[in-house]
């Protein structure tokens, strides 16, 4: 990244965890020209920049293969820039971003520009994904060999499920042949019907129309069929019912090769969210019910769900504050992700180690990314944390440039210390950014 991985950092007093092998030590790690030089106990040889890591947890930065940084078109909302800052402060070193942009990333022109610019950002490492069909029209495939060829790392029309099985049936077969995933964003529109929260008790309450579980499920059996019959590789984006999460759970135990992700807010939150933070508590899909948001939590336990995702959405705040039907879908996420997810150790869901698996290793593995692990030899983009550090979500801000978040004021425990990309220091907990 730019001119970056250059120069001598020596960090000392640190527990290193590197999750790839499980393997968790104490003492130094010195980090040259962007790489992993050696661990342990080393000494600063040549070290240009010493830093005491306070005896705080070392690892693998995040890697996050949902977020919309919505740079080009709707650079109001948020920008490469912006969204790479929310990252770093997140502890993200990584992240893929979604191909709803206008243009749509479509075509190689968009892609290059979208990596060119988060090159010259020179904070998180961006990795863009490619759409599915022209311009996510659903009626014709993009040309995934030149996508992948000028850095797209998967393709999906988030936003949209894959508009019919003929198209999912293509899709699939074509991206085999470049090695990448299709990511679905499984809806059936017709169930969800213009619905704008989860279908139940709250939305009739409230006198909102809902959004059924059955909307996700029939599209996540729908696209368990058609990759048992032609093979390829589907990545379910945000899972959030109990029904989807049995059903791909079926499918790997047939071997399929599915993979899926959850977000933050579907483990920490239910649908009765809607009834004190509003707009702020729509997303898409909706937060469901407690059985839904406890069967989300199992799905992570039992390895049914590989990662923890953000599907970070920023929306301008005129966007937000209409009524309720009339506002867009989404929230930011990838500054508060870290800490969500740290409660399910708290509350004995998970391991700390098994939390640093599905936010960096485990994601890097799924989509190819050469990230995620703390080696020797390894590229040196990392997070330090203080697990029982404390700070106030969204204040006095965000990094991002929306403010959307059914957290802020919230009291998070975990906290980013610094956020290392490529041997230096993007991040640091004062809350400098350092581009």
Known sequence: MRDQETGCLFLKNVHYFDPSE??????????????????????????????????????????DLHAHFREPGYEYKETIATGSKAAVAGGFTAVCVMANTDPVNDNADVTRAIRERALDVGL????????????LGGEHLTEMGRLSE??????SDDGKPVST??????????????????????EDPELSDRGVMNEGSVSADLGL?????????????RDLSVLEACGGRLHVAHLSTAGGVRMVREAKRRNLAVTA???????SLTDEAVRCHGTHAK??????????RLAVIEGLKDGTIDVIATDHAPHAPHEKEQEFDRAPFGIIGLETAFSLSL????????????????????????????????????????VLLDLSGEWEAGRPGYYSKSRNSPFTGSLMKGKVLKTIVGGRVVFDGEGDVCG
């Open 22 to 63: 499980g393997v968790l030590g104490y003492g130094n790690v010195l980090i040259r020209e962007g790489r992993v030089e050696s661990m342990g106990e080393v000494g600063p040889s040549g070290a240009v920049r010493e830093i005491d890591g306070g005896g705080g947890l070392l690892c693998p930065g995040f890697v």
């Open 343 to 382: 409660a399910l150790v708290r509350e004995g869901h998970l391991s700390l180690s098994e939390l640093i698996y599905r936010l960096s290793f485990r994601p890097a593995a799924l989509f190819g990314l050469p990230h995620g692990r703390l080696v020797p030899g390894g590229l040196a983009d990392f």
């Open 283 to 292: 997303m898409n899909p909706p937060l469901r019910r407690e059985s839904d």
């Open 209 to 221: 129309a809902g959004i059924p579980n059955a909307s996700e499920e029939v599209c996540v059996a």
């Open 124 to 135: 998180a490492r961006v990795y863009p994904i490619g759409a599915v069909t022209r311009g």
């Open 150 to 155: 000028a850095g797209c790392i998967a393709f």
């Open 261 to 267: 992700e959850t977000c933050p807010h579907y483990f």
């Open 165 to 186: 099985s003929r198209m999912l049936r293509r899709a699939l077969s074509y991206s085999r042949l470049f090695n990448r995933p299709v990511i679905d964003h499984c």
